[in-house]
């Protein structure tokens, strides 16, 4: 008995045309390699350093203090309603200070869209004593928004229940984070010289 012929499989490996080939478009064909020019040692070296805000100075914001702007996040209402928590008390509570609970457009827009179910939350944030900040920027997304407003202006606090923000924020220095554990408001990294309660 003879060796079985195995009938070869049809486009098995797809033969593919090399990019150098002569039968490319001129424009599409890959380029050689690149000679690159030696650097000078002697030639002055510039870097891009980005500059820290003056109000960092020692690690510690000087631009915080009382009152203090307090940026709210949508899930930080709703899980402030679920607790059954005064936004403005337990600001006050937790900081022994007069807070200023400030609302962004983005974040206006976000507990408007979410409909009827929300509009415990949304009626507290049209309470009076919240700050409205206007938004510049394109588009609605409010984690984006806060992250961008607390890189340029140091002096907020940004409360907020969602993990993923509060993992953006820690990475920026000088940025308190208010949370809510055991029903009650809590402060993660704030100076202890402004009187934060520590649990």
């Keep these: 008995q003879g060796k079985q012929k195995k ?8 033969r593919m045309i090399s990019l150098r080939d002569e039968r490319i478009n001129a424009k599409d064909r890959a380029k050689g390699p690149v000679k690159r020019k030696k650097e000078d040692p002697s030639a002055i070296k510039e870097r891009e350093v980005p500059q820290h805000p003056s109000c960092l100075f020692f690690q510690y914001n ?3 203090g009382p009152p203090y702007h307090i940026l709210v996040d949508t899930n930080f209402i709703n899980f402030s309603i679920k607790a059954k928590l ?20 983005c974040v206006m827009a976000e507990i408007e869209k979410l409909g009827q179910k929300y509009r415990v939350a949304l009626r507290i944030a049209k309470d009076p004593r919240f700050e409205r900040l206007p938004c510049m920027h394109k588009g609605t997304y409010a984690d984006d928004c806060l992250v961008q407003r607390v890189t340029q202006h140091k002096c907020y606090i940004v409360a907020t229940v969602d993990k993923e923000l509060k993992r953006r924020i820690r990475k920026i220095p000088g940025v308190p984070i208010m949370y809510i554990s055991r029903h009650r408001y809590n402060i993660e990294r704030m100076p202890d010289d402004y009187g934060a309660p520590r649990f």
């Design 86 to 105: 005064d936004l403005v008390q337990s600001m006050m509570d937790c900081l022994y200070a007069k807070c200023i609970p400030c609302i962004t457009d």
């Design 7 to 14: 009938a070869r499989k049809y486009a098995v490996m797809k």
């Design 62 to 64: 000087t631009q915080l």
